[in-house]
């Protein structure tokens, strides 16, 4: 299991919850709202208690996340 998978594992509920409805907005539009641009091929979004860093495949739209951090 990765870092980030891990990390989701270990979020309490009201987190896993708000981190999984901002991956529901983010498979509509990784590049959206509340997407943020790191400047290089990442980006940033948070949810209710932490915040994630990911990467888009452009071919497919797969969002792979490198980060969770649970503030």
């Known amino acids: 299991m990765d870092r980030a998978a891990q990390c989701k594992a270990a ?5 896993r919850a708000s981190l999984e409805e901002l991956e529901k907005r983010l498979s509509l539009n990784p590049f959206g709202p509340p997407a943020i641009s790191n400047r290089d091929n990442s ?3 948070a949810f209710k ?4 860093t990911y990467v888009v495949s452009n071919r497919h739209v797969v969002i792979n ?3 969770l951090v649970a503030l």
Request: no cysteine; hydrophobic share 55%.
């Open 65 to 67: 996340v490198v980060d």
């Open 49 to 52: 208690g932490g915040f994630i």
């Open 43 to 45: 980006w940033s979004a």
């Open 11 to 15: 979020l309490a509920s009201p987190q």
